[in-house]
């Protein structure tokens, strides 16, 4: 179930990168800049799909260790998901329901006969196929959980439906999907009209996925 | 079939046929008339005013509508002497039962119609018969009842029409009003209507239709009639008909009960069942009336046949079907069902009143059931433990035996804590007097140590303590429910939890607490007479009581550590913890227990199994913990207990928040719940506040405050946490504003400023998708709104001193007023208004608490309305006119708003400004909206105070609307009467100035105007 760190752990990776803001622009040349030749690596990882997640984690490996040496510092060990007992989730709280990380959208308790114990019936929705899972369990069971994090990062590109972020670490990575429907439109317009704006990256369980955007504090 | 007839019976069959049809016809058209005439809603658009529709009512009634029941009384009376009724003759029978039952049914118009009169028009539903003086002749004659009877008791077999001579005869079961001239006349009525019912019920066996129409009746018979009528009848008269209750009460409880065993769609007998328990209540409740004890019979049986229908065989009858087979069902029971305890809570509550009537029966009884069944309990469970231990792993137990018994239990327990004691909402619970003259009758009688002894030994059997029989029986019932208890506990120790039933578990402690909030350190002076052993055993400085509360609280901890998982009974488990400590010399003593301090130790810890707890339970189990700090310690104690219960709280949170790195690891989990579980124990400790540790709790919450304000910037991206920090805020304004002084207050309205900016700060131009696009994604808008509307209540509610409860505490320093409420709740709603859409408003709570707000800011801050940003100011005014079209509550608050508005544009006299252009227009809207619309009654102040102010301000505009209306008036005699009614509308205010007096004065003649001439533009 637990997952290797690598993607996640990203942010975590680089603490002493702060994104000041009067580097910004320079910062976005730059990387820019940069962008161009690193384009080219991701392409061919593009087409070998879940490759480039290993790649991409082997890659970020030396930082990762170096960083370790601080214990509390980024994820180390930290596993994708932990456990709950059932009683203790909450509606609008997240769970793993058929591998797949979900928030709580519905959450009811039932039980066999007057005397019975409970059971706790649990609909989520997939967070990111937006699909809906269902499971029933007895309320003294354990489920998983799973480590939900969100991260912005500023827009600096769109290319062949690919988001081009500039990380705090003044990296830009290029995997992640524009996203279909409405908000995906919405960046691809803000982008246009030359707004800078941020995208909320939401990811759990080695997967992720842009979920919110907002205006860059002037 | 004509041809087998000779000529004159095919003439006669022709005539009576014609005379069928005809009958048919009129009964169709009178049925039509009256629903016609009968209320508004019924009527016909046919363009005319209410005020004509009401007039018709009113005549037509008087006249014609008596003479259709003369005349369908003749029908009937000629149907009921005929023997054998054709199919098509007893239809026509049937639409003429169904006439005289809409006849008496009828919502009679009083002859002055007064102010209320479109609300009298329109109500129609269980409406009890009210004639005017003038049906006198027609309803007091006797030949009337008597025709209804039988007329019923020739067709009870067919169930439709039996559904309309019933509901006839319930209607005459209701007479009352000026048709009595005389209470004489008034008893004669009730006492020819008893004896017709009992000729009427007695000796047959009632269908299954006829159980709800018949208890109607009796339910109408003793909620109309006053008791000195009731007593006055006949005394043989009265017993029979209280002889019969008792017997249609027993036999509609089982029956309902074989109901339930079916699992009937329909349970008529429940209902008529609960009809009957609930006129009981109402018979006893007002007993001087009856000579002591008349009653006491009667309550014995049918709190027997209740006790009987719901224990299992071999003492009771449950789940017996008729011809006595067991039938037992394992259903799926969802948590959106009821509990037993309050689903049937009217049947309990009557139940439980019968039961202290007949104390001397039913307490022995309960007594006895309870003990034989936790014996039986015991062996049960110590049986299945030997199995499994013989052979672990199988699996096979048949809980049939355990699941009878959890359920006599369960029925026990909620009858024995109907019976001991009341549920009270805010006021001090009492011990019942029954009780109490029960327990002092017999405490000459009773050994105290024995009875403290059986009290304080649950574990043992009551029977094996000698003298067991002379202790007192209400505290041998609480102790048989111990016993239920220590069962239970013992139950857990031995592993065998799977086993019990979370239900029973619910149900004791539920009982309990509902036990512990009335008997516990009860309060002498509150009674005039005590019972020596409960004084003894829970009064005040008593080893009885400081022993029942170890007892408690270690069962509240045992509760808590394995049934976290059945979330209803932790939250009965800690709503017991409350009632322990939430009373000062209750909590007193529980601070005495070691296991208090240890539950306090434990919890701070974060450990398991507390932490398994759902978060409202672990809320509320924070609140006991805070709540309990504040009971008498000596100072010393007193700091050690903060230190073990707050102190941690606060340490590790600023160890987790000032940790170097924390902005990277905040999305860690064991973080993100580390700060969960702090801000979900602020909310807890938010809900502790009572005027007396406000200063404590509120300086020791700010510190928390400042710092949730910079895990907003490091959550801003995890909504959950956002959520829940600003929650926190909610609370604390919730609970603690009112108690502020100014300078307290004002730290309170500087941080939720912060709060608010840094909110903004990261919500600017947010836009996101999220999977649950329902209300829950708002909650944060919710929860901002609620927390202005917090802070606004101050201005309503203040109970503060100057910092009266902060004198000692901190020298006063609120010379300069750094913040106020109004830039707080301003700041909040420039933010809010640009987020609040149309489609917003469709969510009702994200919508109630919109308009709560924005009323509330205009009747605090008028004065800030005008300078809102231009945008600002016209969506506020939009959403105004938009709330008048809605609900009316939200229709309401808007009136409101309006008046305040209205006066700080006469106070500014600026005539062009946009505010002022605004009330000219909603000026329109409220005249229409009084004048031309069906009014609702409640909405008249609020109505007629905006509409008032409005026209202070538009003088020559209201003019106007009114010439306009008036010219549209074509008929003379309505233009005369609404100008003469426009003029007297405002002679007491010419001219209308913003002055109380004039104010008051204009609503007093809005009433009449609404009253003479409402009615008469508002057009069907």
Request: hydrophobic share 40%; charged share 20%.
């Amino acid at each position: 179930m637990c997952g290797p760190g690598g993607w996640v752990s990203r942010q975590g990776v680089h603490p002493q990168c702060k994104f000041s803001e009067t580097s910004a622009a320079a910062a976005v040349e730059a990387a820019a800049a940069a962008a161009a030749a690193r384009r080219q690596r991701l392409d061919s990882r593009r087409a070998d799909g879940v490759e480039s997640l290993r790649s991409r984690e082997l890659e970020s490996k030396p930082l990762k260790m170096a960083d370790d040496l601080d214990f509390e510092t980024g994820d180390a060990g930290a596993s994708a998901t932990f456990p709950m007992q059932c009683s203790a989730l909450r509606k609008n709280g997240f769970v793993v329901l058929k591998g797949r990380p979900c928030k709580i959208v519905e959450m009811s308790t039932s039980k066999t006969g007057k005397h019975g114990h409970a059971k706790v019936h649990l609909v989520g929705i997939d967070i990111f196929t937006g699909k809906k899972y269902e499971d029933i369990c007895p309320s003294t069971h354990n489920m998983d959980v799973p480590n939900i994090k969100r991260n912005d990062f500023q827009l600096i590109g769109i290319q062949d439906g690919y988001l081009s972020l500039l990380q705090d670490s003044g990296e830009v990575r290029e995997d992640l999907r524009l996203p279909e429907g409405d908000l995906g439109k919405e960046i691809e317009q803000k982008y246009d009209c030359g707004e800078e704006i941020l995208i909320t990256v939401l990811s759990a369980m080695t997967e992720e996925a842009a979920v919110a955007i907002k205006a860059m504090a002037k | 079939m004509a041809a087998a007839l000779g000529p004159p019976e095919v003439i006669a069959q022709l005539e009576n046929a014609a005379k069928v049809l005809m009958q048919t016809l009129a009964c169709s058209i009178l049925t039509a008339l009256l629903s016609e005439f009968s209320s508004s809603s019924k009527t016909s658009n046919i363009g005319l005013s209410m005020e004509f529709h009401g007039n018709c009512k009113r005549v037509f009634q008087e006249e014609d509508l008596r003479q259709i029941f003369v005349l369908t009384v003749e029908v009937l009376q000629e149907f009921s002497r005929r023997e054998n009724l054709s199919a098509q003759m007893s239809s026509v029978f049937q639409r003429y039962l169904a006439l005289a039952n809409q006849v008496l049914s009828w919502n009679f118009l009083p002859p002055n119609l007064g102010r209320h009169y479109i609300a009298m028009f329109e109500s129609s539903q269980n409406v009890l018969l009210k004639p005017t003086e003038c049906w006198r002749e027609t309803l007091l004659d006797s030949r009337v009842m008597e025709l209804f009877f039988t007329v019923h008791r020739k067709i009870r077999e067919d169930s439709d029409m039996a559904q309309d001579s019933l509901q006839c005869l319930a209607q005459l079961a209701s007479l009352h009003g000026p048709i009595f001239p005389d209470e004489g006349s008034q008893v004669d009525y009730l006492a020819h209507f008893i004896e017709g019912l009992l000729n009427t019920i007695n000796g047959i066996e009632i269908e299954d239709s006829e159980a709800v129409g018949i208890s109607s009746i009796i339910s109408n018979l003793i909620t109309v009639f006053p008791r000195n009528v009731l007593t006055a009848i006949p005394n043989e008269l009265f017993s029979s008909f209280v002889n019969c209750l008792t017997h249609l009460t027993c036999s509609f409880g089982r029956s309902a009960a074989l109901e339930e065993v079916l699992d009937k769609d329909d349970m008529v007998y429940m209902e008529a069942y609960d009809k009957l328990l609930e006129s009981w209540l109402t018979l006893v409740q007002d007993d001087k009336h009856f000579h002591k004890g008349f009653f006491t019979q009667h309550a014995v049986q049918v709190f027997n046949s209740y006790i009987q229908c719901h224990l299992a065989a071999p003492d009771g009858t449950r789940n017996l079907t008729a011809n006595g087979v067991a039938s037992r069902e394992e259903e799926e029971i969802s948590e959106l069902q009821e509990d037993d305890r309050d689903q049937f809570s009217d049947q309990l509550a009557s139940v439980g009143m019968l039961g202290r009537i007949a104390a001397e029966h039913c307490i022995p009884l309960l007594t006895s059931l309870l003990e034989e069944r936790v014996t039986r309990l015991h062996g049960q469970l110590q049986r299945h433990q030997q199995q499994l231990l013989a052979s672990p792993g199988s699996s096979t137990i048949d809980n049939k035996m355990l699941d009878d018994l959890y359920e006599d239990i369960h029925w026990l327990i909620l009858v024995t804590g109907y019976l001991l004691a009341d549920d009270t909402q805010g006021e001090t619970p009492l011990i019942p007097p029954g009780i109490m003259e029960y327990s002092i009758k017999h405490s000459s009688e009773v050994d105290i140590n024995t009875t403290l002894q059986i009290l304080g030994s649950p574990g043992e059997k009551a029977s094996s303590i000698p003298g067991y029989n002379r202790t007192d029986s209400v505290i041998r019932l609480l102790s048989a429910v111990l016993r239920v208890s220590e069962v239970e506990s013992r139950a857990i120790r031995a592993d065998l939890t799977h086993l019990l039933s979370p239900q029973m578990g619910k149900d004791i402690v539920w009982f309990l607490k509902r036990w512990a909030k009335t008997y516990l350190l009860v309060n002498e002076k509150l009674y005039d007479q005590i019972s020596l052993p409960f004084s003894t055993a829970f009064g005040a400085d008593t080893e009885g009581s400081q022993w029942i509360i170890g007892y408690l609280l270690q069962k509240v901890i045992s509760n808590l550590s394995v049934w976290s998982s059945e979330q209803d009974l932790a939250n009965d488990t800690v709503q017991l913890l409350v009632t322990l400590v939430e009373r000062r010399e209750r909590a007193n003593l529980v601070i005495q227990c070691e296991n208090w301090w240890n539950l306090a130790k434990q919890f701070a810890s974060r450990s398991p199994p507390l932490n398994f707890l759902s978060s409202p339970v672990q809320r509320t189990l924070m609140k006991a913990l805070v709540l309990g700090g504040f009971a008498h310690m000596d100072t010393e104690t007193k700091q050690q207990y903060w230190t073990e219960v707050l102190q941690p709280l606060q340490q590790r949170f600023l160890r987790v928040i000032n940790q170097e790195n924390f902005q990277q690891m905040c999305q860690q989990e064991e973080v993100k719940q580390e700060i969960t579980a702090t801000l979900e124990a602020l909310c807890g400790i938010a809900e502790a506040t009572q005027i007396d540790n406000v200063a404590i709790l509120f300086n020791f919450l700010m510190d928390f405050l400042t710092n949730c304000i910079g895990l907003m910037e490091v959550y801003k991206n995890t909504p959950e946490t956002v959520n829940l920090i600003i929650e926190v805020f909610v609370e604390v304004a919730h609970k603690q504003i009112c108690y502020l002084g100014e300078s307290k207050a004002m730290n309170l309205y500087e941080a939720c400023l912060t709060l608010l900016q840094v909110y903004s700060k990261n919500n600017l131009g947010r836009q996101r998708i999220d999977v649950t696009a329902e209300e829950e994604q708002y909650q944060d808008l919710l929860l901002i709104m609620e927390l202005l509307t917090n802070l606004l209540s101050k201005e309503f509610i203040d109970f503060s001193d100057t910092d009266e409860v902060f004198r000692g505490h901190e020298p006063g320093q609120a010379a300069n007023r750094p913040v106020s409420a109004a830039d707080v709740v301003l700041y909040g709603v420039n933010l809010i208004l640009p987020l609040m859409s149309q489609d917003l408003l469709k969510f009702p709570t994200l919508c109630n608490q919109y308009y709560k707000l924005i009323t509330f800011i205009c009747e605090i801050f008028p004065e800030k309305i005008p300078q809102l940003p231009e945008d600002l100011f016209k969506s506020l005014m939009y959403s105004l006119e938009l709330g008048m079209t809605m609900s009316s509550e939200v229709c309401q608050l808007c009136l409101e708003a309006l008046t305040p508005l209205a006066e700080q544009c006469a106070k500014a006299q600026e005539t062009d400004s946009p505010l002022f252009l605004a009330t000219r227009h909603f000026l329109k809207l409220v005249f229409d909206m009084l004048v031309l619309q069906k009014h609702n009654t409640e909405m008249t102040t609020a109505a007629g105070e905006a509409f008032y102010t409005l026209v202070c301000l538009h003088q020559a505009e209201y003019s106007e609307l009114v010439e306009t209306l008036l010219s549209s008036q074509q008929d003379p005699v309505i233009y005369q009467r609404l100008a003469d009614a426009f003029n007297k509308l405002t002679a007491s205010s010419t001219p209308p100035t913003l002055d109380r007096k004039q104010k008051v004065a204009f609503l007093k003649s809005l009433e009449e105007f609404m009253a003479n001439v409402g009615g008469l533009l508002c057009v069907k």
